[in-house]
C-alpha cells in the first residue's frame, strides 16, 4: 500500500512560537490528505484536510502544505499553546480504495511552558 | 457529529485467552474500520468491517487470530485470538461519514495488554 513518513519522530517548541510538523508521501497518485492530532489516551481526531488541487489550506491556527512535486505535506500550527502537545499524523487516502488511509510515522510535539 | 462509542477503553488479559471489542456508532455507516496502533507506533489498519458480508483483512492480518463481525450498520466487534504479548496494543474503531470531511472518525480506543 501507499507509504506515509515522517521526518522528525519529536518536536519541542516554546509556547507561543510557531510549530512546523513534515510528512513525506509516496505515492504520487494520493489525491487527498488528512492531518489527525491524537491526545494521550484518545483517537486520532480530524485537525485539517487539503486536496491534491491545493497547495494550501488554512484553518483556526493551522495550516497545511502540499508540495506534489516532492510528495511533502507539512502542518503548520501558529502560537503553540501547551494544549496542542500530542502527537500528531498525516495520512494519505488510497488511490484504489478511497475509504482507506495510511498513515505516517507519526511526531510528538512538546509545548514548554 | 456522531459518537463512536467503544468497548472496553481497557483491559489487562492472559496469554492464550481472546477478547472482543466492541464498536457503536449512534448512526448508521456503510464501512467500519479496525486498526492496530502499537505502543509508540502510527496506524495500522487491520480490516474493513463490511455488513452482509465477510471483513476484508489488510497483508499480514488473518480472520483466524481477528475475527470481526457486522451485524448492522450501527455496530461491530474485533476479537483477538489466543493472544500473546505481541499483541499488547491499542485497538481503535473509525468510520467516514458520509457527510463533512471525508476523513475516519475514530473511537478512543481500547488498549489492551497481555501478560
Known amino acids: 500500500g501507499e507509504s506515509v513518513g515522517l521526518h522528525l519522530p519529536t518536536l519541542s517548541v516554546q509556547e507561543g512560537d510557531n510549530s512546523i510538523i513534515n510528512c513525506a508521501y509516496s505515492n504520487s497518485a494520493s489525491d487527498y490528505f488528512i492531518w489527525y492530532k491524537q491526545e494521550s489516551g484518545k483517537g486520532p481526531q480530524f485537525i485539517i484536510d487539503i486536496r491534491s488541487n491545493m497547495d494550501k489550506r488554512q484553518g483556526q491556527r493551522v495550516t497545511v502544505l502540499l508540495n506534489k512535486t516532492v510528495k511533502h505535506l507539512s502542518l503548520q500550527i501558529a502560537a503553540t499553546q501547551p494544549g496542542d502537545s500530542a502527537v500528531y499524523f498525516c495520512a494519505e487516502r488510497g488511490s484504489r480504495n478511497f475509504n482507506k488511509f495510511y498513515f505516517g510515522s507519526g511526531t510528538k510535539l512538546n509545548v514548554k511552558p | 457529529s456522531a459518537v463512536i462509542s467503544q468497548k472496553p477503553s481497557r483491559d489487562i488479559c492472559q496469554r492464550g485467552t481472546s477478547l472482543t471489542i466492541q464498536c457503536q456508532v449512534d448512526s448508521q455507516v456503510t464501512m467500519m474500520f479496525w486498526y492496530r496502533q502499537q505502543p509508540g507506533q502510527s496506524l495500522t489498519l487491520i480490516a474493513t468491517?463490511?455488513?452482509?458480508?465477510?471483513?476484508?483483512?489488510e497483508s499480514g492480518f488473518v480472520i483466524d487470530k481477528f475475527p470481526i463481525s457486522r451485524p448492522n450498520l450501527t455496530f461491530s466487534t474485533l476479537t483477538v485470538s489466543n493472544m500473546s504479548p505481541e499483541d499488547s496494543s491499542i485497538y481503535l474503531c473509525s468510520v467516514v461519514f458520509p457527510t463533512g470531511n471525508y476523513g475516519y472518525t475514530f473511537g478512543s480506543g481500547t488498549r489492551l495488554t497481555v501478560v
Open positions: 468491517a463490511n455488513q452482509g458480508s465477510e471483513a476484508t483483512y
